[in-house]
Each structure stands twice: as structure tokens, then as C-alpha cells.
């Protein structure tokens, strides 16, 4: 028996997103795929791709105004590349309390479960999910595409100029916010 999620706290954003009926969470746009299909475990690169170049937040779909945030584990904080692209920093935050892979810290995502779409990662990403989070937030961002492990590609979106970093760690099972020393 699972309780339907908490909507009341939602950025604007994503209020103005459709709601899936099974999980009762906002339809992140980077989830929506061209036959209309909605996939929460895997997000639609080429999607991913035009939103950022548009200027858009990925989970939102609403112009990016100002500074930008990424959401990934350290590694990719500290290089400084993201396979998922930029979003407001509000819907990020939405983001790690609403997502079940994010917000659940046995949650999977990658491997074990079978993916509707196939999703593939850059060679060199990894699809493992974080012990850790870091909600990234910077002035700008730049968007390429790179070889994926099947071969193909995929975009990768790149960090511009860092304003703060804040963590996101596992305490008795629920994410929260680590104090910066
Ligand atoms: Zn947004």
C-alpha cells in the first residue's frame, strides 16, 4: 500500500505539468516520449536535448531564467558534465523529494528493471544511482553530444561557472539536505 505523494509543496512549474494517474506525481517533460508515452525510469535524450537548447527546465518545460541547477550524484559535480539536463533550482529540489529513484535509497533505476525505452549512457557515465546527491547550481550551461555504450549518442550538458552545491545524503532512509562546513 503505497500513500499518494504530497503535491501541495510544488514549484509553480511543475503544477502546470500533467499528472500520472498511477503515481500521482507531475510528468516530468524529459519523461514523455513522441508516441506519448510517459517513461519515469528513463529520460528521452533527444527531448533532454531540445529543452536545453531552447532554454527550458527538463522536468517543467518553462524558460530558464537566470542561474540553473543540475541534480546527479559527486562525480558528476565534480566533472562537471550531466546526462540529465539543467532544470530550475525548485523543480530540483521537488525533484529529490518527489522522485522514487531519488527519494527512496534502495530504489533502482538502471539495471534490474526493464526499460521501456531502452535508454542508453555515455560512455564513461555511470547509471548507477548515488549514495549522494548534489544539487548543482550555476550561471550557465552548454549542451554537446557524446558516444553512448550502445554505439550511438547522446547529449551531455555541460557546467558553466559554479555558485553553490548543496548536498543531499541517506539518513534512516530519507533524503536530506547536509550542512555545508
Ligand atoms: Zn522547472
Redesign the pocket.
Known amino acids: 500500500m503505497t500513500t499518494r505523494p504530497d503535491l501541495s509543496q510544488l514549484?509553480y512549474?511543475?503544477t502546470t505539468r500533467p499528472v500520472d494517474p498511477r503515481r500521482g506525481l507531475p510528468i516530468p517533460a524529459v519523461n514523455v516520449y513522441p508516441d506519448g508515452e510517459v517513461d519515469f525510469i528513463s529520460i528521452n535524450g533527444a527531448k533532454a536535448m531540445e529543452l536545453a537548447v531552447r532554454g527550458?527546465?527538463?522536468?517543467?518545460?518553462?524558460p530558464?531564467i537566470g542561474p540553473v541547477a543540475f541534480l546527479g550524484g559527486p562525480k558528476a559535480a565534480e566533472a562537471g558534465f550531466y546526462s540529465d539536463p539543467p532544470?530550475?533550482e525548485?523543480?530540483?529540489e521537488a525533484a529529490l523529494t518527489l522522485c522514487p529513484h531519488i527519494a527512496r535509497p534502495h530504489a533502482r533505476r538502471a539495471s534490474e528493471r526493464r526499460r521501456e525505452h531502452d535508454a542508453t549512457h555515455a560512455v564513461g557515465f555511470s547509471d548507477e544511482k548515488p549514495s549522494e546527491w548534489v544539487l548543482l547550481v550555476c550561471d550557465e550551461y552548454g549542451s554537446a553530444l557524446t558516444p553512448a555504450v550502445d554505439g550511438g549518442v547522446v547529449p551531455v550538458f555541460v557546467v558553466g561557472k559554479v555558485l553553490r552545491a548543496r548536498r543531499f545524503g541517506y539518513q534512516d532512509g530519507v533524503l536530506t539536505e547536509i550542512a555545508q562546513e
Open positions: 514549484p512549474g511543475l527550458r527546465c527538463g522536468l517543467c518545460a518553462l530558464l532544470m530550475h525548485e523543480c530540483a
